[in-house]
């Protein structure tokens, strides 16, 4: 059963589509991430399911209810800001409980719900505090559990963590992850970062210029990329896309991941122009046929700026686009001239 469903939404401010005509669905129980540059329209669909912005046309259902023409109260679900959206004046069980009182949820009920939040949060020392007493990360649980304490079947999320540093993202990430999961709810997630979105879903939407460009698993995006844009979009550093006739052709594009690409000692030939050392891994850039090519190897073995060195990779490794559309093509594998 999907939780949530898009039929050919469009919505439109003026005579430009910011969201044109999408589709797609989001199965109960799953963490769907919308993920896309900045402009492609994602927190835009966030918002035209949660009902802050109407639709231009389409239609928006969440389980088997056509929710197009609701308000947002009444759609049954909850919502996490980019900015938190604490009330500053209010403690962080009055923040939490917010929603309740409003409703009019009895006093009983409120504190039984407020105990198992702050619990699974690890907010039960907080309780008394206000917003501008907690860490950021703590700001992000206190807006979790407002989301949470509502218990409705659907949780949508604005990029939750983007106003958080390098290793909280990463904490937070799998704190919302394992949340998910315990709760059994469904979460429709929005993020550039494709880290996040790789991480943490079962199923991505990616989205270009307000149409879907790639709806699959993380694995999909990553094994099997739509495009051209969905291979460089997805990986990092992103996929090589080069013009090699030789191999491919005329009108296709050749493409290989950086941590496909080896060294050795045939191939095709090419010199070093510049060497990543990353710890364990180093990114090698290097210059064949008046094109760059990255190669991800080993951090023990970082060749020097101006080795000219041999490159190589698997044939399973290649993925072939149209040169004009930049979809996908799907044939036999190319020539193997620099491939071992």
């Given amino acids: 059963m999907s939780a949530v469903s898009l039929r050919n939404v469009v919505k439109a401010w003026g005579a430009t589509p910011a969201v044109n005509d999408i589709s797609f669905d989001a199965a109960a129980g799953r963490l769907l991430v919308i993920l896309g540059p900045s402009g492609c329209g994602k927190s835009t669909t966030l918002r035209l399911i949660a009902g802050l912005e109407q639709v231009s046309s389409g239609r928006v259902l969440i389980g088997d209810a056509d929710v197009t023409a609701l308000s947002p109260a009444k759609r049954r679900l909850a919502m996490v800001f980019q900015s938190y959206a604490l009330f500053p004046h209010l403690s962080v069980a009055e923040n939490i409980l917010f929603g309740l009182r409003v409703r009019g949820v009895a006093a009983a009920e409120r504190a039984a719900r407020l105990a198992r939040v702050a619990a699974l949060l690890g907010l039960e020392q907080l309780l008394a505090r206000k917003p501008a007493q907690l860490s950021g990360g703590q700001q992000q649980r206190v807006a979790l559990g407002r989301a949470i304490i509502a218990e409705t079947p659907l949780c949508l999320m604005d990029e939750p963590l983007s106003n958080l540093d390098a290793q909280l993202r990463h904490d937070m990430r799998r704190e919302i992850r394992a949340l998910q999961q315990r709760l059994g709810?469904?979460?429709?997630?929005?993020?550039?970062?494709?880290?996040?979105?790789?991480?943490?879903?079962?199923?991505?939407?990616?989205?270009?210029?307000?149409?879907?460009?790639?709806?699959?698993?993380?694995?999909?995006?990553?094994?099997?990329?739509?495009?051209?844009?969905?291979?460089?979009?997805?990986?990092?550093?992103?996929?090589?896309?080069?013009?090699?006739?030789?191999?491919?052709?005329?009108?296709?594009?050749?493409?290989?991941?950086?941590?496909?690409?080896?060294?050795?000692?045939?191939?095709?030939?090419?010199?070093?122009?510049?060497?990543?050392?990353?710890?364990?891994?180093?990114?090698?850039?290097c210059r064949a046929d008046e094109q760059f090519i990255n190669a991800r190897i080993p951090g023990g073995s970082q060749p020097q700026p101006g080795a000219v060195i041999k490159l190589s990779w698997s044939p399973g490794a290649q993925h072939l686009f149209d040169a004009q559309n930049g979809s996908r093509v799907e044939r036999a594998t190319a020539a193997t001239r620099f491939v071992a």
């Fill in 185 to 285: 709810i469904t979460m429709v997630y929005v993020t550039h970062d494709q880290t996040e979105a790789m991480s943490m879903a079962d199923q991505v939407i990616l989205l270009r210029e307000g149409r879907v460009e790639q709806d699959g698993r993380p694995a999909d995006l990553y094994d099997r990329p739509a495009s051209v844009f969905t291979a460089r979009f997805i990986g990092t550093p992103p996929m090589n896309i080069v013009t090699l006739p030789a191999l491919t052709g005329e009108g296709l594009l050749l493409g290989v991941r950086p941590e496909d690409v080896r060294i050795a000692g045939e191939g095709l030939a090419a010199s070093v122009q510049s060497s990543e050392y990353l710890g364990a891994d180093c990114i090698v850039t």
